[in-house]
């Protein structure tokens, strides 16, 4: 089967009031389409040889017109897009063709290939419409997806996004800067708003909204949320993480940060990279603390996003003084840390009830950082050792555990692009380390995972490609 394409879709809302809309087609299918067209307010003209019974009706009862039997390109003059909903793929196709001459959008009913627009899947709460599109190419789960979304929405939302836009003036004459409108306006639906809303009282909730509006500070001092996005699965954000990149004005990320996290953040918000990535030229420390400082204080809303977590080898700590240090509001967002997915998504538990009773987490970031470290306690039996940022440093890890009495024989398993589609994980023994991993020319983001329990990745992988295993000796479970 050849590979199709899949189109990149630019989502758009339509405003068809009073616009003369062309359905070719009278039968069940165009019937549907012409009721979401009266919905929308659109003027209707249909070209079928037959009609069916509801398509009749409404043709009768002049909702609709009926310009003929038979299709011709002039059909489409004064159109503004045009619906191919007959069984006949020849006309379908026609039609497409013509519009496509004409510059006129074009559906073409369970036919993704030829349309130039495609019908989504639609939630409807009042004037706020959620739109579901999988560009054609899987309707069935696009309305899957719209049944899970519309089961999350409350019917009140409807009357919020009615009563906001009665207000919407008001709103922004009382707060003309776009910050502070924006986290007033976020603020509502969880608010006293939102809850009189829902239990049915909209009189009570305008009131609670121009109260709000009246106490509401037209420049809120801003603040800084530490936040961790986790080790590159965007399915691995917390919630709170997602709801601070939805409100956040600014964010400053790292290079660890996988692009597809980046893209749950609010569409107009500005991103920074800063770097933070081994090897690599970065955004120095105290530069990476003055643009937290000044985008807070011009009271912006600043995520300060990190791969992994923010208190493990994240620098967070120091961010965190530095912004109690000038009184910038500020709170941490705990992330899923890279040990912990990169273990889970590889196969190997960090403890085990035969094999590792702790685990230890070790930045092997440079050499002082290694030359500070306990060699003789982290050679020790019944533990797990996770090595951040160990790619570089593999011969020295390898030595100083071997020479304080760490077997050569213990198993190792570096995981590059943990929890990632191009996630790999080779296992070997720790004295063959360092040149395995050479030799299949393992790069950052890894970690390296020292002890028994690394040998169980053999079994337990259950994502992604299998384990790379060293030929050169073979990792045998622990005794």
């Not at 964010?251 to 996290?261: E, G, H, R, S």
């Amino acid at each position: 089967m050849s590979a199709q394409s899949e189109p990149a879709l630019y989502p758009l809302f339509a405003d068809l009031r009073q616009r003369r809309v062309l359905v070719v087609g009278g039968g069940a299918v165009a019937a549907r389409k012409i009721a979401a067209l009266f919905t929308a307010e659109a003027v209707i003209d249909v070209v079928a040889a037959e009609l069916g019974e509801r398509v009749r009706v409404w043709c009768d009862d002049g909702r609709l017109r009926h310009r003929g039997t038979a299709f011709a390109p002039e059909h489409l003059d004064a159109v503004w897009l045009v619906i191919a909903a007959s069984d006949d793929a020849a006309l379908n196709a026609q039609v497409e063709a013509a519009a496509s001459a004409r510059r006129v959008f074009c559906n073409v009913v369970d036919d993704a290939a030829l349309s130039s627009f495609q019908v989504p899947a639609v939630i409807e709460r009042g004037p706020l419409r959620i739109a579901v599109s999988s560009a054609g190419m899987a309707p069935v789960l696009a309305r899957q997806i719209r049944g899970r979304i519309d089961a999350l929405l409350d019917d009140s939302l409807g009357a919020l996004a009615s009563l906001l836009g009665r207000w919407r003036l008001h709103i922004r004459e009382r707060l003309p800067d776009l910050p502070a409108r924006r986290r007033f306006l976020e603020s509502l639906a969880d608010g006293a708003v939102g809850r009189l809303l829902a239990q049915g009282q909209p009189r009570q909730a305008e009131a609670a909204l121009a109260a709000a509006l009246q106490g509401a500070d037209p420049k809120p001092a801003g603040r800084v949320s530490l936040v961790g996005a986790g080790p590159g699965d965007p399915g691995l954000v917390t919630l709170k993480a997602q709801r601070r990149l939805q409100e956040a004005d600014v964010i400053l990320y790292d290079a660890l940060v996988d692009p597809a996290i980046l893209k749950l953040a609010r569409r107009d918000a500005d991103l920074i990279g800063t770097g933070k990535r081994a090897g690599q030229p970065c955004v120095a420390q105290p530069a990476i603390h003055a643009l937290m400082l000044q985008h807070a204080r011009a009271g912006r809303s600043v995520v300060r996003l990190k791969g992994g977590d923010p208190f493990v080898f994240g620098r967070g700590g120091e961010e965190l003084a530095f912004l109690r240090r000038h009184g910038v509001d500020c709170e941490v967002v705990p992330g899923i840390s890279a040990a912990l997915a990169c273990a889970a998504y590889a196969g190997v538990p960090l403890t085990h009830r035969e094999h590792a009773q702790s685990v230890r987490l070790v930045t092997a970031h440079c050499r002082d950082s290694i030359d500070r470290l306990d060699w003789r306690a982290l050679a020790g039996d019944g533990q797990t050792l996770a090595f951040y940022m160990a790619v570089g440093q593999l011969e020295r890890v390898r030595d100083r555990l071997i020479a304080h009495g760490r077997k050569p024989e213990t198993p190792c398993a570096i995981v590059e692009n943990g929890s990632r589609p191009e996630q790999r994980v080779l296992l070997a023994t720790l004295s063959e380390l360092p040149e395995f991993a050479r030799s299949h020319r393992v790069t950052a983001p890894a970690l390296l995972f020292v002890g028994e329990v690394a040998a169980l990745a053999g079994e337990l992988h259950w994502f992604g490609a299998a384990p790379i295993i060293a030929t050169s000796a073979a990792i045998a479970y622990a005794a």
